[in-house]
């Protein structure tokens, strides 16, 4: 018999106990947007206050729709937006309060004194991410990370923290060692992606150097605009290399 349900009793229960799920179901629910996902990353989830399932008796976890949804929020903004969990939680803690709470972006912080554009920034910026939580957002351990830095797949900042972007690089290496894809052998990559952000930077640089504040912004739209173009770019090219055609 499983334990009562928050906010139900008798009929209730039973009703509700019959929508619960086991996690082998919630994964099956999940997988067709998330093919990524594992159970070790729902409980990964779990343990960081991110979902609170109910439990039977015995210990095995059951999961309401409502969980469900949580869950498949928390990783839609991890995907989309590699945003620390902390962070998550407190923004869908803030939701589920009624609060009207914008999604915060995370990236760097701007250096002290620097108020020079601040109207163009849209929503709260989130700080910098430790490296102990780069570790549990990545579910990888320090002799790892200690690995991608000598690579210079992800380095520190002057503080110590990481950025938006070592978030992104670390989810991807960790996807691409799923495929027996080692960080010694993303050196070539990590040298060609500086190649062409040298190149976007020599087109860019003029801009970012303007006195005007809507220049300088319009140099920050060229530049993601460029990335896009480089990356679809690349992937075009690795395809033809392969003879493939992906959707």
């Given at each position: 018999m499983l334990q009562t349900p928050r906010g139900g009793a008798g009929h209730g229960t039973a009703a509700a106990d019959r929508r619960l799920m086991s996690i082998g179901t919630v994964l099956n629910e999940l997988r067709d947007e998330f093919p990524e996902v594992t159970i070790s990353?729902?409980?990964f989830l779990e343990s960081e206050g991110l979902i609170e399932p109910e439990r039977t008796p015995s210990g095995y976890r059951k999961f309401s729709p409502e969980d469900v949804e949580r869950l498949a929020h928390?990783?839609?903004i991890q995907r989309d937006h590699y945003l620390p969990?902390?962070?998550i939680r407190e923004y869908l803690d803030a939701l589920e309060r009624g609060e009207r709470a914008p999604l915060p972006s995370l990236g760097r912080q701007r250096d002290a004194g620097d108020t020079e554009g601040q109207d163009d920034v849209?929503?709260?910026t989130a700080a910098r991410v430790g490296r102990d939580e780069l570790l549990a957002?990545?579910?990888i351990d320090e002799v790892q990370l200690d690995e991608w830095e000598t690579y210079g797949l992800v380095a520190p900042l002057p503080d110590g923290g990481y950025d938006a972007e070592a978030i992104t690089v670390a989810s991807l290496v960790v996807e691409l060692g799923r495929f027996g894809i080692e960080p010694r052998?993303?050196?070539a990559m990590k040298a060609a992606a500086e190649?062409?952000?040298g190149l976007v930077d020599q087109l860019v640089a003029p801009l970012r150097r303007h006195r005007n504040p809507q220049t300088r912004a319009h140099a920050?739209?060229?530049t993601k605009e460029l990335v896009g173009l480089t990356g679809k770019l690349h992937s075009a090219l690795v395809q033809t290399a392969l003879g493939v055609r992906l959707p």
């Open positions: 990353k729902i409980r928390v990783l839609r969990l902390k962070v849209e929503g709260p957002v990545a579910e052998h993303l050196r190649r062409e952000a920050e739209a060229r």
